[in-house]
């Protein structure tokens, strides 16, 4: 008995030292990463990149530079529809966790321990989603999904749900260079988002997930599965729409086509002048801040100007006749475009 004691006793000093050495790692790897972790508070005030706009005196739009396409949006814009598609594909109980899903945690913990993938689905939230984009880079690793955790937890207590959800749909990437629910909408279906149809609304939220090789142009059979197989069922699974509402909506054949903002008065000399002086202004990323420039070009008078000049120039063609052929040459049997390029070099 004084054996098996003795036993015991070393069995439990052990335990209590491994879990004291344990708990030591854990919080060693806690403080760490905690105190590197940035002020979530600069989300409050986050500028996002946004094209310029030129206009011309009456407010038609002469053109739009920049590297991204977006369009800001807040949450009394998003109809309840498209919040619940986003929900329904990225984070069914966004507006019950505090920012970190336990049990998505859970199962992706068990995902790993009983197969063989490196990255398995779940267990991030659309707060951690925000908390990556915003401040952490792609790299898969532990630490960095601690650190994500963690400013998870510190986003929520900062910020209210519809605030993180709001950063969600303004900073996530939509393929194209649309950066952004609403601008997502402009592109890919010439919408604003009170315009779209349930289709549609399931298609972009399906669209984060593969923003470059599964968008409905890329790739429109990929993005078609993920519409109808996930993101419609998803939505009647949780009671978000009936049944038949979501088959009807997978009914709905693909039909996303590019659609660029319409340009209404032909100046581009005009525009890239505005360009031009903007950034001797105010610097070369003043295109990406999204300033609204209204120029004093007069619509009418500038369509008129555009008309007179080509009337004159075909007027002044006219008048000096046919001057003859450029050029004569002797095209061979085996000639190819090559061959045909090289014979049209130089005129």
């Not at 807040?74 to 109809?79: A, G, Y």
């Not at 779209?196 to 298609?203: F, K, N, Q, R, V």
Request: aromatic content about 10%; glycine content about 8%; charged content about 25%.
């Amino acid at each position: 008995m004084t054996r098996l004691r003795r036993w015991l006793r070393w069995i439990f000093l052990v335990v209590l030292v491994l879990a004291l050495v344990g708990a030591a790692a854990v919080g060693g790897l806690y403080y760490a990463v905690s105190s590197k972790l940035p002020d979530v508070q600069t989300l409050r005030d986050v500028e996002m990149q946004e094209p310029m706009y030129v206009y011309a005196a009456d407010g038609k739009l002469m053109a739009v530079f920049g590297e991204t396409r977006r369009t800001p949006i807040t949450m009394k814009d998003v109809p309840e529809k498209l919040k619940q598609a986003f929900l329904a594909t990225e984070d069914a109980r966004f507006y019950e966790h505090g920012g970190v899903d336990y049990k998505g945690i859970g199962r992706a913990v068990w995902l790993l321990a009983t197969t063989n993938d490196k990255r398995v689905p779940g267990g991030s939230t659309i707060t951690q989603q925000v908390a990556r984009q915003f401040f952490l880079s792609s790299e898969y690793s532990y630490t960095r999904k601690l650190a994500e955790i963690l400013l998870a937890r510190k986003i929520e207590s900062e910020l209210s749900k519809d605030e993180i959800f709001e950063l969600y749909l303004n900073k996530s990437f939509f393929g194209n260079r649309a950066y952004g629910v609403a601008a997502a909408a402009e592109f890919y279906y010439g919408k604003k988002l009170g315009e779209l149809d349930l289709d549609e609304m399931a298609s972009l939220a399906g669209i984060p997930k593969f923003p470059s090789s599964g968008n409905p142009i890329s790739n429109p059979e990929r993005a078609r599965q993920r519409r109808d197989n996930y993101v419609l069922q998803r939505m009647a699974d949780l009671k978000f729409v009936s049944q038949a509402e979501a088959d009807a909506a997978k009914a709905v054949p693909m039909h996303a086509t590019a659609h660029e903002p319409p340009v209404q008065v032909d100046a581009p000399y005009v525009a890239e002048l505005v360009r031009q002086e903007m950034i001797a202004r105010f610097g070369g990323d003043v295109v990406n801040k999204g300033y609204h420039v209204t120029t004093t070009i007069d619509s009418p008078l500038q369509t008129a100007a555009n008309l007179s000049v080509r009337d004159g120039l075909l007027l002044y063609d006219h008048r000096h006749g046919w001057h003859g052929v450029e050029k004569q040459v002797q095209l061979g049997a085996g000639d190819d475009a090559a061959a045909l390029a090289e014979h049209l070099r130089g005129m």
